[in-house]
């Protein structure tokens, strides 16, 4: 396949939106596109739009885990590997369907993730840091926001 040419025009993208994803999973995955001569792989997770059809409200827990399941992805894979990491905001499912979590309930979660990849985990002074940021006395991950 890396006779193609194809490793070197291209980049793959593995999109992985669950808070369980497979972490061994994905990194044999990574073995494989490196086998065919791929030299780099992007990741594409969400921070809104992928936990329902006709949801309303962000479950920032929901996106947060699966965040931090990618962090764990990148770190049992070769540091070279991974060009970026691409967050995605779904607005809906497909052309037909009703909208989803519009963007102004989904910014604390698009905060918290964010945040979240650039210090390589989460903690409470972390929630603390994105709290301040938003202006929001109360960050709320694992229910609905008030």
């Known amino acids: 396949f890396s006779e193609s040419g194809v490793p070197q025009l291209v980049q793959p993208m593995i999109w992985d939106y669950a808070a369980d994803l497979d972490v061994e999973g994905k ?26 059809v006709n949801q309303s409200l962000t479950l920032i827990g929901h996106h947060l885990k699966n965040h931090l399941q990618w962090l764990k992805v990148a770190s ?34 698009l905060a918290v993730c964010l945040q979240a990849l650039k210090n390589g985990g ?3 002074k972390i929630k603390e840091n994105v709290e301040k940021l938003l202006g929001m006395p109360d960050l709320e991950t694992e229910t609905f926001m008030r």
């Open 27 to 52: 990194v044999h995955l990574i073995e494989k596109y490196r086998r065919c001569g791929f030299s780099k792989v992007w990741f594409a997770s969400a921070f809104k739009g992928a936990t329902g």
């Open 122 to 124: 989460y903690s409470d």
């Open 76 to 109: 049992n894979s070769p540091a070279d590997v991974l060009e970026g990491i691409a967050l995605t905001g779904w607005q809906r499912y497909d052309h037909f369907s009703v909208l989803c979590e519009l963007l102004p309930v989904a910014i604390p979660s």
